[in-house]
Nanobody
């Protein structure tokens, strides 16, 4: 069983920055990443990173967000710069185990004011 604990959300003005963290425990993980869900919308991928360090980003965040991973600590980070009001959402940490099972964190709110 994998547990994911997120931190780092909050309220920031447009153009500001936030850093999200997600610490995992319980299993070896192939992929970790972040998804987000705005009110009335589906949950969409923001960024993912494999155990080999290969990162993928949604087009809407390329050049502004950076994902990184500390495999020794089973922690994934999302540095979010140049935040926009449309980035406002609940951000969920995601993990894929070596057994190809999905895990989700409880979510952390990110609010960007204009």
């Amino acid at each position: 069983q994998v547990q994911l604990v997120e931190s780092g959300g909050g309220l920031v003005q447009a153009g500001g920055s936030l850093r999200l963290s997600c610490a995992a425990s319980g299993s070896i993980l192939k992929t970790m990443g972040w998804y987000r869900q705005a009110p009335g919308s589906q949950r969409d991928m923001v960024s993912r990173i494999t155990s080999d360090g290969i990162a993928k980003y949604a087009d809407s965040v390329k050049g502004r967000f950076t994902i990184s991973r500390d495999s020794a600590k089973s922690t994934v980070y999302l540095q979010m710069n140049s935040l926009k009001p449309e980035d406002t959402a609940v951000y969920y940490c995601y993990a894929l185990s070596i057994g190809y099972q999905d895990y989700w964190g409880q979510g952390t709110q990110v609010t960007v004011s204009s």
